[in-house]
């Protein structure tokens, strides 16, 4: 059983930052990529930034050059730094980590959503 927990997040005004945490725990076997995700009022979840095992990063190109992804693997966290936040960023957000157990097969966990509002 692994269990994700996030941390972070909460009410900004526009240009503001916020800080996003998610720990891993549990019987977690090799972590293979480490990502966020926010949904906004469509529902729709969409790829934020992700993080592979050797340190490779992708982003969604609205946060480009003001958001950050990192990992600690020793601590089994994710990070998303929020720089020069707008309106626009406002959604809940999710962690996800693809995880390798022993039996091979890799699976997704989530995190349990945190709600960053960004206001104007």
């Known amino acids: 059983q692994v269990q994700l927990v996030q941390s972070g997040g909460g009410l900004v005004q526009a240009g503001g930052s916020l800080r996003l945490s998610c720990v891993a725990s549990?019987?977690?076997?090799?972590?293979?990529?480490m990502g966020w995700y926010r949904q906004d009022a469509r529902w729709q979840r969409d790829l934020v930034a992700r993080i592979t095992s050797s340190g490779s990063t992708n982003y969604a190109d609205s946060v480009k050059g003001r958001f950050t992804i990192s990992r600690d693997n020793a601590k089994n966290t994710v990070y998303l730094q929020m720089n020069s936040l707008t309106p626009e960023d406002t959604a809940v957000y999710y962690c996800?980590?693809?995880?390798?157990?022993?039996?091979?097969?890799?699976?997704?966990?989530w995190g349990q959503g945190t709600q960053v509002t960004v206001s104007s």
């Open positions: 549990g019987s977690i076997g090799s972590i293979v990529v």
């Open positions: 996800a980590i693809d995880i390798t157990a022993a039996d091979r097969l890799t699976r997704r966990y």
